[in-house]
């Protein structure tokens, strides 16, 4: 069954607002149930900016 358009346009904003306030997208995927690729893409559709790949773990490659 699926979500009505009012249930699905409240979802983005809280995922938006999330996102927005530093939670990661596996997170988000994690907390709501919702696969990683569902999530990416409401955030998208919402018109979020995305930041890059790679959190606070990321590191550069040593030479």
Do not use: C, F, W
Request: charged share 30%.
């Amino acid at each position: 069954m699926r979500k009505s358009k009012k249930t699905r346009d409240q979802l983005m904003r809280e995922l938006r607002n999330a996102y927005e306030g530093g939670a990661s997208i596996r997170n988000l995927a994690a907390t709501t149930g919702r696969s990683y690729g569902s999530v990416h893409s409401m955030l998208r559709e919402s018109g979020t900016t995305m930041r890059s790949r790679g959190g606070p773990n990321h590191r550069a490659r040593p030479r």
